[in-house]
C-alpha cells in the first residue's frame, strides 16, 4: 500500500531534550511538509520541502528542524528552544506544488 | 481561513439529511481550495478539491461550491451518514505554490 508512514504514535519529552519524529513516504512524491496541530485548532506549516536536499521555512519554523537527505524521508526535530512543543504533529507530500497532500496518521508529543 | 481559537464550530445533522459547511477564506489571490475530512487521532484525509476558474465541482455525495465574489467556500455533504461525523477543514493554496493555508475547521456531529 502506497502511504505516509509516521512514528512513533507517541513521544514523549523532558526539558531540555531534542526528539525526532520519523516520516517515511513511498507514494514517491517531491514535496513533503510538516504541520504542527494544536487541540481545537486548524494545522500550522513548520518546514517544507520542495525537493531532495532543499527545504524551507514555514510559518512557525523556530525551535524546528529538518533534513531532506532521501526523497521518501522528511525527519522533524523538536529542539529544547522550542518552548511549548505538545501538540500533534502532521506529516504531509504531495506530487508538486499547488496539488492536495496526503497525511500520515501523526505524531503525538507531549512533555514530561 | 486563519485558526481562531480553540472552540470549533460545531454542526449537528440527523442521518440522511444535507450538510452544509461553510468557510471564508482571506486572500484574493488564492486559487485552489481544498476540503479535508479529520477523524479523532488521525490525519485529514482529501474530500474534494475546486480550483478559481470554477463555481462548483461534485463528487461521489458531496459538492464544493465557491464564490470568488465573497471569498466564500462550501461543501455539501449528500445524505450525510453517522461515518461522515468528524472535523472538516477548508483548505487554500496561494499562487500555485507549496504553503496550503487551513481554516479552524468545523467539527460534523451525526445524529442516528
Known amino acids: 500500500d502506497g502511504g505516509i508512514t509516521q512514528s512513533p504514535k507517541y513521544l514523549f519529552r523532558k526539558e531540555g531534550q531534542n526528539v525526532t519524529l520519523s516520516c517515511e513516504q513511498n507514494?514517491?512524491?517531491?514535496?513533503m511538509y510538516w504541520y504542527r496541530q494544536d487541540p481545537g485548532q486548524g494545522l500550522r506549516l513548520i518546514y517544507y520541502?520542495?525537493?531532495?536536499?532543499?527545504?524551507q521555512k514555514g510559518d512557525i519554523a523556530e525551535g524546528y528542524s529538518v533534513s531532506r537527505e532521501k526523497k521518501e524521508s522528511f525527519p522533524l526535530t523538536v529542539t529544547s528552544a522550542q518552548k511549548n512543543p505538545t501538540a500533534f504533529y502532521l506529516c504531509?507530500?504531495?506530487?508538486?506544488?499547488?496539488?492536495?497532500?496526503?497525511f500520515g496518521s501523526g505524531t503525538q508529543l507531549s512533555v514530561l | 481561513g486563519e485558526s481562531v481559537g480553540l472552540h470549533l464550530p460545531t454542526l449537528s445533522v440527523q442521518e440522511g439529511d444535507n450538510s452544509i459547511i461553510n468557510c471564508a477564506y482571506s486572500?484574493?489571490?488564492?486559487?485552489?481550495f481544498i476540503w479535508y475530512k479529520q477523524e479523532s487521532g488521525k490525519g485529514p484525509q482529501f474530500i474534494i478539491d475546486?480550483?478559481?476558474?470554477?463555481d462548483k465541482r461534485q463528487g461521489q455525495r458531496v459538492t464544493v461550491l465557491l464564490n470568488k465574489t465573497v471569498k466564500h467556500l462550501s461543501l455539501q455533504i449528500a445524505a450525510t451518514q453517522p461515518g461522515d461525523s468528524a472535523v472538516y477543514f477548508c483548505?487554500?493554496?496561494?499562487?500555485?505554490?507549496?504553503?496550503?493555508?487551513f481554516g479552524a475547521g468545523t467539527r460534523l456531529f451525526v445524529k442516528a
Open positions: 507514494l514517491n512524491h517531491d514535496a
Open positions: 504531509a507530500s504531495s506530487i508538486g506544488q499547488d496539488e492536495k497532500l496526503f
Open positions: 475546486i480550483r478559481s476558474n470554477m
Open positions: 486572500n484574493s489571490a488564492s486559487d485552489y
Open positions: 520541502s520542495q525537493i531532495v536536499n532543499d527545504f
Open positions: 483548505a487554500e493554496n496561494r499562487n500555485g505554490g507549496f504553503k496550503t493555508i
